[in-house]
């Protein structure tokens, strides 16, 4: 007998939200359109920096393993990276592991998997806004706040 723990995964692509180590998406992958909509979220995504402080309509949301390049000549660390879809259709993307877990609460909160053609909050988005604070030791934290 063994004491290991074995996780099966009984996704598929059709599912609306699949956690497959940390890949998590809110879009219905049984759709083409939304299979298009997921390449391009993974592939043109504007850096969430660039929209400090700015209102945004999150309708979707994907994640995905990553890596962190270091900046100060450490090694690289794995990350998540966060692919948020805007009602406007635009894709804001970020490594912060703020706004992974910020993510991950409006998935938790206002996901219904049994209707994932609604995204999030069913149809209407969740409104927010990417605030930046500054730790102690100089590091900084994103989140996403809602408003």
Request: aromatic share 6%.
């Amino acid at each position: 007998m063994t004491t290991d723990i074995m996780t099966i995964d009984n996704t598929d692509n059709g599912d609306a939200i699949q956690i497959n180590g940390e890949f998590v998406s809110t879009l219905n992958m049984s759709d083409p359109a939304a299979k298009v909509k997921a390449y391009n979220a993974l592939s043109d995504a504007i850096s969430l920096n660039d929209v400090m402080g700015a209102t945004l309509t999150i309708v979707d949301i994907l994640t995905f393993p990553g890596v962190r390049k270091s900046r100060d000549g450490s090694a690289d660390k794995p990350c998540v990276n966060v692919a948020l879809i805007d009602a406007d259709g635009s894709v804001y993307f970020s490594q912060s592991e703020g706004v992974y877990n910020s993510a991950m609460r409006m998935v938790s909160l206002w996901f219904d998997p049994t209707h994932p053609e609604n995204g999030l909050n069913n149809g209407q988005g969740i409104k927010c806004v990417c605030k930046e604070q500054t730790l102690r030791n100089g590091n900084t934290i994103k989140k996403l706040s809602l408003i």
